[in-house]
């Protein structure tokens, strides 16, 4: 016969009535929310925007900082803006499962971004797995019979600060990986970037407008550059890359217009460049510009199998269609 259970004594009851209030106000000083809470369904199948969209909702309209929680499992997802400002100073979101883009790349194609932080502060994104699905876009592109759109970024931050990613992957993207416009203070370490090397565009983390951009201890494979320096970076740190399959780290294209804003003090450290076409490259439009390209150090880069290791080409043309022809107008000081 089982022993009966033992009436708890008078202080235990007490004890307890005291830790579960400690518990339930320190949740309520830093909520959680789980997507499938939401509705969000991890079969991998069931469009779980709305769901997202909502819990992201309740995250942004709490007073103190808030978590997301996303958990293993499949999460279909079209195309997302998740906007700022919100009323605390951090969203801190982690992600155990694979977010999954549509299959038909016709259902994000005139979005620009498929997943996008707008306006936001102190968001952070924990571990996870970001799907573009962009194979089916690829093998159109690749096929050269044209009319293809040009597909969606996978994940885009605009005008955000304090932005930390940490363990997160990102692959198939039907376009750029990763990008950050108009963002200061961001930090990008344990990434990882995957995609075929024959993808088209597919660039791994594109940076432009933005400064105080970290990005290290990260590896990426896929069909563009590696990492895209656009105008108006300044004080950019790139320190301890994987980088190939792939075109390289390059800043530019530069000077694509008559008045852009230029890019200074960018260091590229210790970066091993395995099968990719270009090392360490600066690439400007043969065109007049006001920009330029200043106080920039790559340093302790290996090469393996690399086409160009290190090349400026100031009359870049990207398909050699319509070339300006002129001389660049940036000045590489
Ligand atoms: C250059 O950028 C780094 C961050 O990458 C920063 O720590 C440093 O202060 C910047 N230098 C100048 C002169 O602004």
Same mark, same amino acid.
């Given at each position: 016969?089982?022993?009966? %259970?033992?009436?708890?004594?008078?202080?235990?009851?007490?004890?307890?009535?005291?830790? =579960?209030?400690?518990?339930?106000?320190?949740?309520?000083?830093?909520?959680?929310?789980?997507?499938?809470?939401?509705?969000?369904?991890?079969?991998?199948?069931?469009?779980?925007?709305?769901?997202?969209?909502?819990?992201?909702?309740?995250?942004?309209?709490?007073?103190?900082?808030?978590?997301?929680?996303?958990?293993? =499992?499949?999460?279909?997802?079209?195309?997302?803006?998740?906007?700022?400002?919100? $009323?605390?100073?951090? #969203?801190?979101?982690? #992600?155990? *499962? %694979?977010?999954?883009?549509?299959?038909?790349?016709?259902?994000?194609? $005139?979005?620009?971004?498929?997943?996008?932080?707008?306006?936001?502060? *102190?968001?952070?994104?924990?571990?996870?797995?970001?799907?573009?699905?962009?194979?089916?876009?690829? @093998?159109?592109?690749?096929? *050269?019979?044209?009319?293809?759109?040009?597909?969606?970024?996978?994940?885009?931050?605009?005008?955000?600060?304090?932005?930390?990613?940490?363990?997160?992957?990102?692959?198939?993207?039907?376009?750029?990986?990763?990008?950050?416009?108009?963002?200061?203070?961001?930090?990008?370490?344990?990434?990882?970037?995957?995609?075929?090397?024959?993808?088209?565009?597919?660039?791994?983390?594109?940076?432009?407008?933005?400064?105080?951009?970290?990005?290290? $201890?990260?590896?990426?494979?896929?069909?563009? @550059?590696?990492?895209?320096?656009?105008?108006?970076?300044?004080?950019?740190?790139?320190? $301890?890359?994987?980088? =190939?399959?792939?075109?390289?780290?390059?800043? =530019?294209?530069?000077?694509? @217009?008559?008045?852009?804003?230029?890019?200074?003090?960018?260091?590229?450290?210790?970066?091993?460049?395995?099968?990719?076409?270009?090392?360490?490259?600066?690439?400007?439009?043969?065109?007049?510009?006001?920009?330029?390209?200043?106080?920039?150090?790559?340093?302790?880069?290996?090469?393996?199998?690399?086409?160009?290791?290190?090349?400026?080409?100031?009359?870049?043309?990207?398909?050699?269609?319509?070339?300006?022809?002129?001389?660049?107008?940036?000045?590489?000081?």
């Amino acid at each position: 016969m089982a022993n009966p %259970t033992p009436k708890p004594s008078p202080s235990l009851i007490i004890l307890r009535v005291i830790l =579960g209030c400690w518990l339930c106000s320190s949740v309520a000083l830093g909520a959680t929310y789980n997507v499938v809470n939401f509705g969000a369904k991890s079969d991998g199948k069931t469009d779980s925007t709305k769901a997202f969209l909502n819990a992201w909702a309740k995250a942004c309209a709490s007073t103190n900082p808030a978590s997301i929680y996303v958990p293993q =499992g499949k999460f279909l997802l079209k195309s997302a803006t998740f906007n700022g400002k919100c $009323n605390n100073k951090g #969203i801190s979101i982690t #992600i155990d *499962g %694979t977010l999954v883009a549509p299959s038909d790349y016709r259902v994000t194609e $005139n979005s620009g971004n498929w997943l996008e932080f707008e306006r936001v502060n *102190g968001v952070s994104i924990h571990g996870g797995a970001l799907d573009g699905q962009g194979t089916a876009l690829w @093998d159109c592109k690749n096929s *050269g019979k044209g009319n293809c759109p040009s597909g969606a970024t996978t994940l885009a931050f605009t005008n955000s600060n304090n932005i930390a990613i940490g363990g997160l992957t990102s692959m198939n993207s039907q376009l750029f990986h990763i990008v950050f416009n108009g963002c200061q203070n961001v930090k990008l370490q344990g990434v990882k970037v995957l995609a075929d090397g024959n993808s088209p565009n597919t660039d791994g983390i594109h940076i432009q407008m933005s400064s105080h951009v970290a990005i290290i $201890n990260s590896k990426i494979r896929t069909g563009d @550059d590696c990492i895209s320096i656009g105008p108006g970076t300044t004080n950019l740190w790139i320190e $301890n890359i994987a980088c =190939g399959p792939g075109h390289g780290i390059s800043i =530019g294209s530069l000077g694509k @217009d008559l008045k852009e804003a230029g890019v200074q003090n960018v260091t590229v450290k210790t970066v091993t460049f395995t099968g990719t076409q270009n090392g360490v490259r600066i690439k400007t439009w043969g065109r007049p510009s006001n920009g330029f390209v200043r106080n920039v150090l790559f340093q302790d880069a290996i090469m393996e199998n690399v086409e160009n290791p290190v090349i400026i080409d100031q009359n870049y043309c990207s398909d050699n269609k319509g070339c300006p022809g002129q001389a660049s107008g940036v000045r590489v000081m």
